[in-house]
T-cell receptor, first 116, second 114 residues
């Protein structure tokens, strides 16, 4: 069974600085998808960024980018130029590519605090 | 704008009550999910459904059941609520099949069982 591990329960970053959130996963599959979700105090989960395992290039969405290391099974999220609105819980998630495996597997989350 | 709507944001129920949590999506998604969120434990899957009347157990189904009579609606049922079911419950939906399709979430229901 696949597992997702987020080893940092809480992180802090100064406004305008850069922070990296860690995520590792365990799988025997060769193709899969990885996601980062953000959950602000409003509780509404929103997708931040996604990565397909068969793509070598790291995904980027504006100030958010990932460092995907397939061999190491690592999928970290980098937030550049941090803003107060980035304060939230961040969840890493794994999803299999194989038919019949519909569920998303989430990590335990990292709470990000942004300091003014 | 895509939407997943959960019937309540906050709910307080008594031990032993039968509790219904309702979730409706307007995106014509085949897959629907119920997760439970607890501090330090992340999101854990309770049940999911990939079609009307179809359901599969997730990682923590004990004490819960589900119903999906219509494509857009997925209900979570606590047959006899207990205090250890006090938690945040998140509903989500996605398109059919595995892969790159993202899950869309409701705003969550914070359930307190007293």
């Amino acid at each position: 069974a696949q597992t997702v591990t987020q080893s940092q329960p809480e992180m802090s970053v100064q406004e305008a600085e850069t922070v990296t959130l860690s995520c590792t996963y365990d799988t025997s599959e060769s193709d899969y998808y990885l996601f980062w979700y953000k959950q602000p105090p409003s509780r509404q989960m929103i997708l931040v960024i996604r990565q397909e395992a068969y793509k070598q290039q790291n995904a980027t969405e504006n100030r958010f980018s990932v460092n995907f290391q397939k061999a190491a099974k690592s999928f970290s999220l980098k937030i550049s130029d941090s803003q107060l609105g980035d304060a939230a819980m961040y969840f890493c998630a794994y999803r299999s590519l194989y038919p019949g495996t519909y569920k998303y597997i989430f990590g335990t989350g990292t709470r990000l605090k942004v300091l003014a | 704008d895509v939407k997943v709507t959960q019937s309540s944001r906050y709910l307080v129920k008594r031990t032993g009550e039968k509790v219904f949590l309702e979730c409706v999506q307007d995106m014509d998604h085949e897959n629907m999910f119920w997760y439970r969120q607890d501090p330090g434990l992340g999101l854990r899957l309770i049940y999911f459904s990939y079609d009307v009347k179809m359901k599969e157990k997730g990682d923590i189904p004990e004490g819960y059941s589900v119903s999906r009579e219509k494509k857009e609606r997925f209900s979570l049922i606590l047959e006899s609520a207990s205090t250890n079911q006090t938690s945040m419950y998140l509903c989500a939906s996605s398109l059919r099949g595995a892969g790159n399709t993202e899950a869309f979430f409701g705003q969550g229901t914070r359930l307190t069982v007293v």
